[in-house]
């Protein structure tokens, strides 16, 4: 019997992670003594003829830094030759956190933090990373200066915005989406209204049975969660190895559904989203369970609801079971003569229902439906290939086809 992982189901699976940062605003800097005066720029000449500028970026997954860059080559070459950890560079480069703009450092400690030299780019990374709505004011102090007024030294405040106050996230929909699922159901779908967190997504769903004990280890835990790119969408794959008949996980614990029986999928709300709140609330998906379904999806049993001529009626596509929700929007396509036709799809009637509105009015003629042959229905049987595979029986040509093409006229 071949390993759980040679199904293609899992390669059609795997998701990549996208990384987001956010924009800091930058109050409008002095170039004067930190202890007052009306400044205009974030540059300003600190001596040794340099032009130096103060900003604060963002680096790698979300880490701020402080920088001043344009230093004079005296100041870089005195500090380079210092230890990291002598007070020198502080005493040259240092940020402080304040409640407002009006607030002095005098008396006030700098950040803690470290420091780095670059070809004349200086920069602080504090140890704690800095937080909305509070003011930081770097300061930098040349080792030498032209004039006693420039001894002082290049400042400029920087604010994080406060976060926007808006709802809280939710789930607004799971698929499948039928409360009648097979034996044999391979994952869930789970959308959210706005981005969550990563590491912590199988510590808050469970599985109960209809007197609400929980499921012994239902589902698949990868070390990689499968997020789409907005982490909007979560996939919840079900144990293979408690689906496919065989298999030594189904024969000494069993399946994780059992036709006949009845189940909750329980989402709680300590879930955080990615900006480390709460759910709105639970949420539960109760469904019932039929006969495992192993017969691949056959695009020849499909029925088309032909639009007409001249019109922007869409194309029905109508299947005689549930197919999955996210593979059905981008495995069906409508060409013309080789070429796509643009519109836009829509997937309703729990997923036994696509459609397809053009952008542009429908022309008479030849056209065909592109089918991609990884499209799976609910048991994870895909085109041409059923998930419950006997390796001792021929597969049908089918399964080495990238696509298949049903084609149809508009009258």
Same mark, same amino acid.
């Given at each position: ?6 199904? =293609? /189901? ?10 987001? +940062? ?13 202890? !007052? ?9 600190? !001596? ?24 004079? #080559? ?12 002598? &007070?020198? /560079? ?5 940020? @402080? ?10 008396? =006030? *400690? ?15 990374? *504090?140890?704690?990373? *800095?937080?909305?709505?509070?003011? @930081?004011?770097?300061?930098? =102090? ?31 929909? %799971? ?23 990563? +590491? ?28 789409? $790119? ?17 298999? #030594? ?26 900006? !480390? ?63 796509? %036709? ?41 085109? $041409?290939? &059923? ?13 080495? #086809?990238?696509?298949?093409? %049903? &084609?149809?006229?508009? *009258?």
């Amino acid at each position: 019997m071949p390993s759980i992982f040679d199904s =293609r /189901w899992f390669l059609v699976a795997l998701a990549f992670l996208a990384i987001t +940062g956010c924009r800091a605003r930058t109050i409008p800097a002095t170039a004067t003594p930190a202890s !007052g005066g009306a400044g205009a720029a974030e540059t300003g000449d600190v !001596g040794g003829g340099s032009q130096a500028k103060l900003r604060m970026l963002i680096v790698g997954k979300g880490e701020h830094v402080f920088e001043v860059s344009g230093i004079a #080559k005296t100041a870089a070459e005195e500090l380079a030759m210092r230890p990291k950890d002598d &007070p020198a /560079w502080q005493g040259r480069f240092a940020v @402080y956190a304040l409640a407002d703009q009006k607030a002095s450092i005098e008396g =006030r *400690p700098a950040m803690a933090g470290s420091y780095s030299l670059d070809e004349g780019r200086l920069r602080f990374t *504090p140890r704690y990373p *800095p937080e909305p709505g509070v003011i @930081y004011r770097a300061v930098y =102090r040349p080792s030498e200066a032209a004039s006693k007024e420039q001894a002082a030294g290049l400042t400029a405040d920087f604010e994080i915005p406060a976060l926007r106050e808006t709802p809280p996230t939710e789930i607004t929909a %799971v698929y499948p989406s039928r409360d009648k699922l097979p034996e044999n159901q391979l994952k869930f779908y789970l959308h959210f209204s706005a981005p969550m967190s990563r +590491g912590e997504a199988y510590e808050h769903v469970r599985l109960l049975d209809a007197a609400g004990r929980p499921i012994e280890l239902p589902f698949l835990e990868l070390g990689e969660e499968l997020w789409d $790119g907005d982490f909007r969408r979560f996939t919840l794959f079900f144990d293979p190895g408690r689906i496919k008949r065989g298999l #030594k996980p189904r024969e000494e614990v069993g399946p994780a559904l059992e036709e006949g029986k009845h189940y909750t999928l329980v989402v709680d709300r300590a879930w955080r989203d990615a900006a !480390g709140r709460p759910l709105a609330g639970e949420f539960r998906k109760s469904f019932d369970v039929g006969p495992p379904d192993d017969a691949p999806p056959d695009p020849a049993a499909w029925k088309l609801r032909l639009p007409a001529a001249d019109s922007r009626q869409p194309l029905r596509v109508e299947f005689p079971e549930s197919l999955d929700h996210a593979l059905l929007g981008r495995l069906l396509n409508v060409e013309r003569a080789g070429e796509a %036709v643009p519109g836009e799809i829509s997937i309703v009637n729990d997923e036994m229902l696509w459609q397809f509105m053009p952008r542009d009015a429908w022309r008479a003629g030849s056209y065909q439906l592109v089918v991609g042959t990884a499209l799976e229905d609910l048991g994870g049987n895909s085109v $041409g290939r &059923p998930f419950e595979v006997d390796e001792l029986k021929p597969v049908t040509s089918d399964v080495a #086809k990238e696509f298949v093409r %049903v &084609p149809f006229e508009v *009258p």
